[in-house]
């Protein structure tokens, strides 16, 4: 079967093999699929270790994780990670073409498929701008990006894997408004479950949900007039 990208937490705790203390505590929320999460909190509130989660890059200590309503501990890692598009904090970009740097890891995929993720990442339209296009040379020898364009190949790279559920840590911080909206609504278009990690408030303001995590405890949760109308830190991110 494919995935529909409900992701559920059921009082999940986790704590990283060498610390003392857990990151996590007691974690629930539940999405619906295709609709869009916003993660936030401060540095180190626990953000990363949240999603890297969902495709088990660790092991919870305490509580279920389901997607479509099933444990993700009872199914295959492989296709888990197959139907999981992860774009990483740290970017990753090597010198090669920009067709070779969006195909990584998935070298089987057709031009098609390359410039249908680089569309729907808001990348095409600069790629094709550059006189080689997708053979464009990036690195030492060939074009330098800018910080947004390589966070949008990297999520190109996500994309052409066709995920069901999409993890960005910080991946759009670069990305101004009107791109990034425009970003979202395209993932929403494809159904793609997004989790957003995020510091800005314009990219909350269209989150269906949006959780936002302090010293590793989910402080609120809800939508933006829900989380203005409640609580106090979100009211004050959003005034600040
Ligand atoms: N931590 C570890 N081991 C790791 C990674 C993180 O002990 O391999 C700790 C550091 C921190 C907590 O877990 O106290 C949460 O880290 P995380 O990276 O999840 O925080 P973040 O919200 O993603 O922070 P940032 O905004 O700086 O990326
Ligand atoms: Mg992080």
Same mark, same amino acid.
């Given at each position: 079967?494919?995935?529909?990208?409900?992701?559920?937490?059921?009082?999940?705790?986790?704590?990283?093999?060498?610390?003392?203390?857990?990151?996590?505590?007691?974690?629930?929320?539940?999405?619906?699929?295709? $609709?869009?999460?916003?993660?936030?909190?401060?540095?180190?509130?626990?953000? $990363?270790?949240?999603?890297?989660?969902?495709?088990?890059?660790?092991?919870?200590?305490?509580?279920?994780?389901?997607?479509?309503?099933?444990?993700?501990? $009872?199914?295959?890692?492989?296709?888990?990670?197959?139907?999981?598009?992860?774009v990483p904090q740290e970017i990753i970009l090597f010198t090669g073409t920009i067709r070779e740097n969006i195909a990584w890891?998935?070298?089987?995929? $057709?031009?098609?498929?390359i410039?249908?993720a680089a569309?729907?990442a808001q990348i095409h339209d600069t790629i094709i701008q550059f006189p080689l296009g997708y053979d464009t040379i990036l690195g030492q020898k060939g074009v330098n990006l800018s910080g947004g364009q390589k966070q949008r190949l990297t999520i190109a790279r996500?994309?052409?894997?066709?995920?069901?559920?999409?993890?960005?840590?910080d991946s759009t911080s670069a990305l101004d408004?009107?791109t990034?909206?425009?970003?979202?609504?395209?993932?929403?278009?494809?159904?793609?479950?997004?989790?957003?990690?995020?510091?800005?408030?314009?990219?909350?303001?269209?989150?269906?949900?949006?959780?936002?995590?302090?010293?590793?405890?989910?402080?609120?949760?809800?939508?933006?007039?829900?989380?203005?109308?409640?609580?106090?830190?979100?009211?004050?991110?959003?005034?600040?």
């Amino acid at each position: 079967y494919t995935m529909n990208g409900a992701v559920t937490f059921e009082h999940v705790t986790f704590q990283y093999p060498d610390t003392a203390a857990a990151v996590l505590h007691d974690i629930s929320f539940e999405t619906k699929p295709g $609709t869009t999460v916003a993660i936030m909190g401060a540095t180190g509130a626990g953000k $990363t270790s949240l999603v890297g989660l969902i495709p088990r890059l660790y092991e919870q200590n305490a509580g279920v994780i389901k997607i479509d309503g099933t444990d993700i501990s $009872t199914l295959n890692t492989e296709y888990l990670r197959d139907s999981i598009g992860y774009v990483p904090q740290e970017i990753i970009l090597f010198t090669g073409t920009i067709r070779e740097n969006i195909a990584w890891g998935k070298e089987d995929a $057709t031009l098609d498929e390359i410039i249908e993720a680089a569309k729907l990442a808001q990348i095409h339209d600069t790629i094709i701008q550059f006189p080689l296009g997708y053979d464009t040379i990036l690195g030492q020898k060939g074009v330098n990006l800018s910080g947004g364009q390589k966070q949008r190949l990297t999520i190109a790279r996500a994309l052409v894997r066709k995920p069901c559920i999409l993890l960005l840590d910080d991946s759009t911080s670069a990305l101004d408004v009107r791109t990034e909206a425009s970003l979202l609504q395209a993932l929403r278009n494809i159904s793609c479950t997004t989790f957003l990690i995020t510091q800005k408030i314009s990219s909350t303001l269209h989150a269906d949900l949006i959780l936002l995590l302090e010293d590793g405890s989910l402080l609120a949760q809800g939508s933006h007039e829900e989380l203005i109308a409640d609580c106090a830190l979100y009211q004050r991110i959003y005034e600040s």
